[in-house]
Protein backbone atom coordinates (compact mmCIF):
# COMPACT_ATOMS: atom_id res chain seq x y z
CA UNK A 1 0.00 0.00 0.00
CA UNK A 2 1.26 3.65 -1.20
CA UNK A 3 2.08 6.07 1.75
CA UNK A 4 -0.36 8.31 2.43
CA UNK A 5 -0.61 12.36 3.78
CA UNK A 6 -2.64 13.79 6.27
CA UNK A 7 -3.65 17.55 7.55
CA UNK A 8 -3.86 18.33 11.41
CA UNK A 9 -3.76 21.92 13.07
CA UNK A 10 -3.57 21.62 16.77
CA UNK A 11 -1.94 24.88 17.33
CA UNK A 12 1.79 25.85 17.33
CA UNK A 13 3.11 23.52 14.39
CA UNK A 14 6.33 23.51 16.20
CA UNK A 15 4.75 21.28 19.23
CA UNK A 16 2.67 19.26 16.85
CA UNK A 17 5.14 18.27 14.77
CA UNK A 18 7.83 17.22 17.28
CA UNK A 19 4.94 14.81 18.54
CA UNK A 20 4.03 13.02 15.39
CA UNK A 21 7.72 12.80 14.06
CA UNK A 22 7.88 9.87 17.16
CA UNK A 23 5.85 7.97 15.44
CA UNK A 24 6.80 4.70 13.79
CA UNK A 25 5.35 4.81 9.90
CA UNK A 26 5.48 8.72 9.76
CA UNK A 27 8.46 8.78 7.33
CA UNK A 28 7.71 12.87 7.36
CA UNK A 29 6.29 15.72 9.02
CA UNK A 30 5.97 19.25 7.56
CA UNK A 31 5.27 21.93 9.03
CA UNK A 32 2.85 24.57 7.12
CA UNK A 33 -0.10 26.81 6.52
CA UNK A 34 -3.82 26.11 5.02
CA UNK A 35 -7.48 27.08 5.01
CA UNK A 36 -6.41 30.91 4.08
CA UNK A 37 -7.01 33.40 1.34
CA UNK A 38 -3.96 34.60 0.23
CA UNK A 39 -1.50 32.78 -1.65
CA UNK A 40 1.94 32.11 0.10
CA UNK A 41 1.75 33.30 2.96
CA UNK A 42 4.63 33.89 5.52
CA UNK A 43 4.46 33.10 9.05
CA UNK A 44 4.51 36.82 10.10
CA UNK A 45 1.35 36.90 8.16
CA UNK A 46 -0.15 34.23 9.31
CA UNK A 47 0.49 34.61 12.92
CA UNK A 48 -0.83 38.17 13.18
CA UNK A 49 -4.39 35.82 12.63
CA UNK A 50 -5.86 38.06 9.70
CA UNK A 51 -4.99 35.32 6.70
CA UNK A 52 -7.91 32.57 7.90
CA UNK A 53 -4.74 30.28 7.52
CA UNK A 54 -3.73 27.72 10.41
CA UNK A 55 -0.57 26.41 11.48
CA UNK A 56 -0.62 22.77 10.60
CA UNK A 57 1.07 19.93 9.82
CA UNK A 58 1.04 17.42 6.42
CA UNK A 59 1.70 13.49 7.83
CA UNK A 60 3.28 11.56 5.36
CA UNK A 61 2.51 7.62 6.64
CA UNK A 62 2.82 3.77 5.52
CA UNK A 63 -0.65 2.41 6.47
CA UNK A 64 0.70 -0.83 6.99
CA UNK A 65 2.43 0.63 9.66
CA UNK A 66 0.21 3.12 11.24
CA UNK A 67 -3.44 3.46 10.76
CA UNK A 68 -5.02 6.99 10.31
CA UNK A 69 -7.46 6.27 13.34
CA UNK A 70 -4.28 6.01 15.26
CA UNK A 71 -2.50 9.06 14.08
CA UNK A 72 -5.94 10.91 14.71
CA UNK A 73 -6.33 9.84 18.09
CA UNK A 74 -2.69 10.43 18.71
CA UNK A 75 -3.79 14.12 17.82
CA UNK A 76 -7.07 14.49 19.30
CA UNK A 77 -4.97 13.21 22.89
CA UNK A 78 -2.06 15.29 22.39
CA UNK A 79 -3.70 18.75 22.31
CA UNK A 80 -6.67 20.08 23.40
CA UNK A 81 -9.71 20.12 21.07
CA UNK A 82 -12.00 21.36 23.61
CA UNK A 83 -10.39 24.50 23.28
CA UNK A 84 -11.54 27.27 20.44
CA UNK A 85 -9.15 29.55 18.81
CA UNK A 86 -6.25 28.91 21.16
CA UNK A 87 -3.70 26.22 22.35
CA UNK A 88 -2.56 27.34 25.86
CA UNK A 89 -0.54 30.86 25.41
CA UNK A 90 -1.35 30.41 21.65
CA UNK A 91 -5.02 32.26 20.63
CA UNK A 92 -5.97 33.40 17.31
CA UNK A 93 -7.60 31.40 14.61
CA UNK A 94 -4.10 30.65 13.30
CA UNK A 95 -4.06 28.23 16.18
CA UNK A 96 -7.44 26.36 15.91
CA UNK A 97 -7.97 22.48 16.29
CA UNK A 98 -8.43 21.58 12.52
CA UNK A 99 -8.56 18.35 10.79
CA UNK A 100 -8.11 18.95 6.87
CA UNK A 101 -9.15 15.92 5.17
CA UNK A 102 -7.97 14.78 1.77
CA UNK A 103 -10.57 12.44 0.53
CA UNK A 104 -14.23 11.10 2.13
CA UNK A 105 -12.43 8.26 3.53
CA UNK A 106 -10.39 10.95 5.58
CA UNK A 107 -13.47 12.53 6.25
CA UNK A 108 -15.25 10.21 7.84
CA UNK A 109 -12.12 9.19 10.25
CA UNK A 110 -12.07 12.59 11.46
CA UNK A 111 -15.41 12.74 12.76
CA UNK A 112 -15.05 8.78 13.62
CA UNK A 113 -12.18 10.43 15.72
CA UNK A 114 -14.27 13.41 16.91
CA UNK A 115 -16.73 11.24 18.05
CA UNK A 116 -14.09 8.50 20.33
CA UNK A 117 -13.26 11.75 21.91
CA UNK A 118 -16.30 13.10 23.16
CA UNK A 119 -17.23 9.45 24.54
CA UNK A 120 -14.13 9.26 26.29
CA UNK A 121 -14.50 12.93 27.89
CA UNK A 122 -18.18 12.85 29.59
CA UNK A 123 -18.93 17.11 29.60
CA UNK A 124 -16.53 18.08 27.13
CA UNK A 125 -16.90 18.60 23.51
CA UNK A 126 -14.45 18.53 20.59
CA UNK A 127 -14.69 21.95 19.03
CA UNK A 128 -12.05 20.59 16.06
CA UNK A 129 -13.23 21.62 13.03
CA UNK A 130 -13.32 19.69 9.85
CA UNK A 131 -12.47 22.02 7.02
CA UNK A 132 -12.10 21.55 2.94
CA UNK A 133 -8.70 21.06 2.31
CA UNK A 134 -7.24 23.93 0.65
CA UNK A 135 -3.60 25.26 -0.78
CA UNK A 136 -1.20 23.58 1.14
CA UNK A 137 1.85 26.40 1.88
CA UNK A 138 5.06 24.52 3.47
CA UNK A 139 6.60 26.95 6.26
CA UNK A 140 9.69 28.60 5.49
CA UNK A 141 12.89 25.97 6.20
CA UNK A 142 13.35 27.48 9.80
CA UNK A 143 10.51 26.17 10.99
CA UNK A 144 10.74 22.26 9.37
CA UNK A 145 12.18 19.79 12.36
CA UNK A 146 12.21 23.04 14.66
CA UNK A 147 11.93 21.03 17.91
CA UNK A 148 15.17 19.13 16.33
CA UNK A 149 17.53 21.87 16.80
CA UNK A 150 16.46 25.22 17.78
CA UNK A 151 13.32 24.44 19.40
CA UNK A 152 15.23 22.19 22.34
CA UNK A 153 16.88 26.24 23.14
CA UNK A 154 13.23 27.82 23.18
CA UNK A 155 11.87 28.64 26.54
CA UNK A 156 8.04 28.68 24.89
CA UNK A 157 9.04 25.10 23.08
CA UNK A 158 10.84 23.25 26.73
CA UNK A 159 8.18 24.49 28.46
CA UNK A 160 4.84 22.72 25.78
CA UNK A 161 6.73 19.77 23.94
CA UNK A 162 8.09 17.81 26.87
CA UNK A 163 4.36 17.23 28.37
CA UNK A 164 3.24 16.29 24.70
CA UNK A 165 5.87 13.86 24.07
CA UNK A 166 5.17 12.39 27.52
CA UNK A 167 1.65 12.55 26.86
CA UNK A 168 2.73 10.51 23.81
CA UNK A 169 5.10 8.20 25.75
CA UNK A 170 2.18 7.33 27.91
CA UNK A 171 -0.39 7.07 26.03
CA UNK A 172 0.97 5.44 22.67
CA UNK A 173 3.93 3.42 23.72
CA UNK A 174 3.06 0.69 21.15
CA UNK A 175 2.97 3.54 18.22
CA UNK A 176 6.43 4.84 19.28
CA UNK A 177 9.11 5.10 16.28
CA UNK A 178 11.77 1.80 17.05
CA UNK A 179 15.15 3.60 18.82
Not at 70 to 82: K, R
Amino acid sequence: MANQQVILAGGCFWCTEAVFRQLGGVSEVESGYIGGTIANPTYQQVCSGTTGHAEAIRITFDPAAITLADLLDVFMATHDPSQLNRQGNDVGTQYRSAMFPLDDGQRAAAEAAINRWNAEHDGQRAVTSIETASTWYPAEDYHQEYWDGEGQRNPYCLAVIPPKLAKLRKGFADKLRAE
